[in-house]
Every structure is written in C-alpha cells, then in structure tokens.
C-alpha cells in the first residue's frame, strides 16, 4: 500500500508541470481525533482539538475533475478527565500524538467549474493517505512514548506484535473554493480520515494483569497500562485481571481535518477567465474532449 501511495504521487508530477491549469495551496485548521480516549463512546464523539498546517497541489483535469496531493501536520489528543461517566475518568488514561500525512485525493466538482456565479467551487474528494502517529502520555512530568511499551501485553507470548506507527487511512470529504482574483483561490476544507487501526490512543482492548506485565514488559508498561491506582492514595496499583476491559476494539480510531484554504493558480496557455475559459475560448479537459 505504501509503494501503492508513493507511485500516485510521482504520477501526479507530470500533471503539475504540463497541466493547463494547477494550484498550490496552504492549509491552516484544526485536528482531532475519535477513539477510546473520547468524551462518550459514540463515534461522533472526539477529542482534544489542536491547529493544523498543510501545503497541497491541484491540478484540473478536467471541468469536473482534479487531482490532488498534500502534506499535513496535525495533533490529536484525549484525557479521561473529560470523560463524560465516571466510569471512564476513574480509567484515568490520556494520550498525545503528532499526525503526518501524505495524501493524494480525486476532487469531483458536481456542478461544474461554471456552478454558483462561476467563482464558486464546490467539491468532493476521496483518496488514499500514508500516515505517521506516535502515541505519547506524560508519567512524572516526562512525556512516555507508548508504543514500545506494549500497554495492553503487546510482545509478550500470546499477545501478539507492536502495532505499526505508519499505517494507510481513507481520506474522505468535502469543501468549497473561491476565485478572488484571477489567480488567488480562498476555500474551506473538512475531511475525515478512516484507518485500519485501534491504537491512535494506544487503547484497544483490554487489561493485562498488572504483575504480568510486570514481568514481561517491565515497569513502565505496568504503570501506564493501567493508571486507575494514581487516583487514590499513595499511588497504589490498580490490580485486575487479564481480559478486564480496557477499551474497545470493535471500532477503528479516525482522524480528522478542517480549515481555510489559501492557493495560488497557474494557467499553462496564459490566462484564464471567470468562464473557466483560456483566452483561446477553449474549454479545459482531457485531449480531444469538450465539457
């Protein structure tokens, strides 16, 4: 999947050098998460929200039709001690963890690049991502990475491996552009991302009984895979047995994106007009068609 990404991307090069019409953009927002370290369990439900930066490319390949690819930053975070129940604030887990992504989308613009007084652009997309996360919780005032860890019994004989920190999600969303000059676009983004793990947060299954893990991950792993014991007295651990719920596994965690677009247009045959016309009266699209 990974090469799979890659290949789309240096595919999409040659589109940027040669298309009649492309942009590059920043991105400034916000990113969040929904997971296990939540306010409520529903999937509507998210984090801590953090700022976001990313830069992009479009090319149009047609009235209808563009590609795109981007980098993006983004945090995202979660604390039991937002938690809604009193359940989940005495499991007293929290997390950080920087998101990076490189993605590349298909734009669909429904209406057509004449829609909604010509200067306004409303658009679809989904794609594939390639991203990088690195969980982390903050233990007598150090920030802990989790991941090598094994919290929940991972690398211990029958719990199977790590999870892997760089991993494929789905972009999936929407949003709107602008033309405020001939070549300045302002538009506004969201999207979702679904991926195909449960460990943004480092929380997906369940308890490992405390001296277990004690024993086979080591001191660090015991504290921070169950930290109910730092909320009475004395810090005493928590001791449950192995299979005790911890969160759940039955759902994937998701991120999300959202912000303001700023780009800037390039017109391979010189100028375009509001028409989404060059100064040749052609219509942009593939070779040999007209839409």
Known sequence: ????????????????????????????????YSGDITPTSNYLSTGENHASLGIFGRVDLNRFLAARASFTYGKISGSDANAE????????????SRILELAVVGEINPLGTNSLGRNLKPYLYGGIALFHFDPEAVYDGRLIELQPLGTEGQGMNGFGDRYRLTQISIPLGAGIRYQITERINLGFDVG??????????????????YNDLLDGNGVLAAALGNRQGELGEGNEPVIVETGAQRGNDAKKDWYYTAGVTLSYQFYGNGKRNFKGRNPTGKEFGCPGTRF
Do not use: H
């Not at 679904?194 to 009984?209: A, H, I, M, P, R």
């Open 192 to 209: 979702i991302r679904k991926t195909f793990t449960d460990y943004l947060d480092d929380v997906s299954g369940s308890y490992v009984n």
């Open 85 to 96: 129940s009193q359940g989940l604030r005495n499991r007293n887990l929290s997390f950080q």
């Open 1 to 32: 999947m990974n090469r799979i990404l890659i290949t789309c991307i240096a595919a999409l090069f040659p589109l940027f050098l040669f298309a009649q019409n492309a942009e590059i953009g920043l991105q400034f927002g916000t990113s969040g």
